[in-house]
Every structure is written in structure tokens, then in C-alpha cells.
Nanobody, 125 residues
Framework: QLVESGGGSVQPGGSLRLSCAPSGFTLDYYSIGWFRQAPGKEREFVASIVWMGGMYFYADSVKGRFTISRDNAKNTVSLQMDNLKPEDTALYSC????????????????????WGQGTQVTVSS
């Protein structure tokens, strides 16, 4: 299982930093993705980072505002979210790729097999 933290409520233009940590296994050899789901909407891809770092993929809606990173020594993946907008309001979940050692742009939830419960992000004035 994965555990997310760092969600909360902020005003438009604010920032939050989400963290994703595993429970009982290492993230070292797996790409990690962040997804979000707003009420009444389908889950959508936000960002991913490949297993060794150095390759990142972002949804067009968050490019230039969100930054994904990983620290394999600390076994965590982070999502820095800046210039938040009301449309970023959603439940954010991290997920581990089903296959190790991949460098694909895996933006489909079907490519991930271990998920966290999510952390709520609310952006409003």
C-alpha cells in the first residue's frame, strides 16, 4: 500500500507539497504516478516519474505548475504544486507501476497496481 500526505485547503495561487511513501516495500525500481479525481469526474493522470528519476511526464493542465520528484534514499515521491487553481480541487492519489524498470509515459490507471487512499486538495477563495 502507498500512503499520501500533504493535502489541505489553500487559496488560488497557493502551493502544496504532496508526499507518497510505501508501506512495506521499496519504490526503487518502479515508476510512480499521481492521479486525481474530482467529484463526479473520472480519475485523471497528473504526473509520473520513472524508476531511476530524470524522466517526468505531466498532464497538460499542470505543466509549468506541478513538479514531481523522487528520493529513492528516503523511499518517497513528492508532488510540488504551485499556482494552484480551483480546478485542481480533487482527491490526489499516488500509484506504483505494475511493471518494474519501465520508462514509458504511463498515464493510464491500468498501468498501476498499487494505490494509496488519497489526500484531499481543495483550492478555493
Amino acid at each position: 500500500q502507498l500512503v499520501e500526505s500533504g493535502g489541505g485547503s489553500v487559496q488560488p495561487g497557493g502551493s502544496l507539497r504532496l508526499s507518497c511513501a510505501p508501506s512495506g516495500f521499496t519504490l526503487d525500481y518502479y515508476s510512480i504516478g499521481w492521479f486525481r479525481q474530482a467529484p463526479g469526474k473520472e480519475r485523471e493522470f497528473v504526473a509520473s516519474i520513472v524508476w531511476m528519476g530524470g524522466m517526468y511526464f505531466y498532464a497538460d493542465s499542470v505543466k509549468g505548475r506541478f513538479t514531481i520528484s523522487r528520493d529513492n534514499a528516503k523511499n518517497t515521491v513528492s508532488l510540488q504544486m504551485d499556482n494552484l487553481k480551483p480546478e485542481d480541487t480533487a482527491l490526489y492519489s499516488c500509484a506504483r507501476a505494475a511493471a518494474p524498470l519501465t520508462t514509458n509515459n504511463d498515464n493510464s490507471p491500468d498501468a498501476y497496481d498499487v494505490w494509496g487512499q488519497g489526500t484531499q486538495v481543495t483550492v478555493s477563495s
